[in-house]
């Protein structure tokens, strides 16, 4: 069972002062418009802090699952290193690799010189719920609850259309992006790095490009903690392959030799070159659900209560949200969720469940999609503790009636 955020130890707020140095990238102090956008983001941010600079944080749940579209101050920040700050007049997005025509972009020509287009597609981090793979053993990493999730409207390019720009040549199998952040790696500055197959990268699901090159959400231009000026969207992937801060796309005929590709971001369950090397970078994320209200960490009237919650349809294309069942008492049996109306592909499901409370109680939750996959009672444990969706269960604390 996981705590409620609520109840953790507030990370003390470390203010960041200066800019991070990347070619070709200007570098601001700490009096700049960049610094001060900086804090006054994190104070309107309705988050609970994991950590500053880098900048990591979830929401609580019950205010989560009050939107189906999530609000900017109740999204999600994964980050692994300070924020760059980009001089938006100097930038460009840079084109290459199997290309017959590199490009450099500046932001004027992405957002004019392109079809544009707004999807809606939720984001998760690979390691939403981190914390249940610790209840079975130690694991590295951020520890998230549940709410390292989130959806939102995205407006961007597809990157097909950068890439038929550039004139993809022959060989082309993977689509590499490069962050303008620097990130400890090994005790070496790496940028963060991203890879999806030229498949995706050219997919269209339905009216739903493979990958977007975005800058704005939820119709705003992204905030600095997204990715400003652009970042990619790549809708049914885990967060990781979503660039923020995008500076370089290469088309290659492999994966990306990126850290975030070739060793982060896999299923192991030790850290060896010979288990890194076997096993294959994580791309589509699983079925998931949470329960986020009632929160456990206050005491619950007894009689009947409405449970809220998310659930996310596998990031195959084409899978829905078919059922979210609730057991009270430890899943011997499993009363049907409501499903809300809004839906769409790509995207969570909110549902609610009216449930008889006797006394101390668990609930747990467990969705199936459309293809009639379940999430399973609980996930193996793997050392990076990552892509947890087994049944997740919330212990209440009732108030006799
Ligand atoms: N450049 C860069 N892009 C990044 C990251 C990062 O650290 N640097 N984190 C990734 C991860 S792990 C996730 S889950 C998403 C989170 O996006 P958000 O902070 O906008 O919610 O961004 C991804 N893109
Ligand atoms: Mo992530």
Redesign the pocket.
């Known amino acids: 069972m996981v705590p409620d955020p609520a109840s953790w130890r507030p990370v003390e707020r470390r203010i960041f002062l200066f800019g991070v140095a990347v070619s070709g990238i200007a570098v601001a102090g700490p009096r700049t418009a960049n610094a001060r956008q900086r804090k006054a983001d994190n104070a309107e941010k309705n988050l609970r802090y994991h950590s500053h600079s880098p900048n990591n944080a979830e929401p609580v749940l019950a205010e989560l699952v009050k939107s189906w579209i999530t609000p900017y101050e109740n999204f999600y920040i994964?980050t692994h290193g300070p924020n760059p700050t980009i001089d938006e007049k100097a930038f460009t997005l840079s084109v290459e690799g199997l290309v017959r025509k590199p490009r450099k972009l500046t932001l004027g020509h992405i957002r004019e010189g392109f079809s544009q287009e707004t999807i809606t597609a939720t984001m998760?981090?690979?390691?939403?719920r981190r914390q249940e793979h610790s209840e079975t053993k130690p694991v590295g990493g951020v520890p998230w609850g549940a709410g390292?999730i989130g959806n939102a409207t995205w407006t961007g390019v597809p990157l097909a259309e950068i890439l038929k720009h550039a004139e993809v040549q022959e060989g082309a199998k993977h689509v590499w992006f490069e962050g303008a952040d620097q990130v400890d790696v090994h005790g070496q500055k790496t940028p963060f790095g991203g890879s999806i197959p030229f498949e995706k990268a050219m997919a269209v699901h339905g009216k739903t490009p493979g990958a977007l090159v975005a800058w704005k959400m939820n119709a705003e231009p992204l905030r600095p903690d997204h990715g400003f000026p652009v970042r990619t969207v790549v809708p049914g992937y885990?967060?990781?392959r979503s660039v923020k801060w995008l500076g370089k796309i290469v088309v290659s005929d492999r994966p990306s030799p990126n850290h975030f590709v070739a060793e982060a971001?896999k299923i192991v369950t030790e850290e060896t070159p010979e288990q890194l090397a076997q096993a294959k970078p994580i791309y589509h994320y699983p079925i998931n659900s949470a329960i986020a209200k009632p929160m456990g960490d206050r005491e619950v009237p007894a009689g009947r209560v409405v449970v809220h919650g998310y659930a996310l349809p596998p990031g195959e294309p084409g899978r829905t949200i078919q059922r979210v069942e609730v057991s009270s008492d430890g899943g011997k049996t499993w009363r049907d969720a409501r499903l809300d109306e809004q839906s769409a592909p790509f995207c969570w499901r909110f549902w609610t469940a009216e449930i008889e409370l006797a006394d101390a109680t668990t609930l747990i939750a467990r969705a199936t999609d459309s293809a009639g996959q379940r999430q399973p009672q609980t996930t193996p444990w793997n050392i990076k503790g990552y892509l947890y969706n087994g049944w997740h269960g919330r212990m209440l604390k009732v108030k006799p009636g």
């Open positions: 994964r998760t981090c690979a390691g939403n390292a885990i967060g990781a971001y």
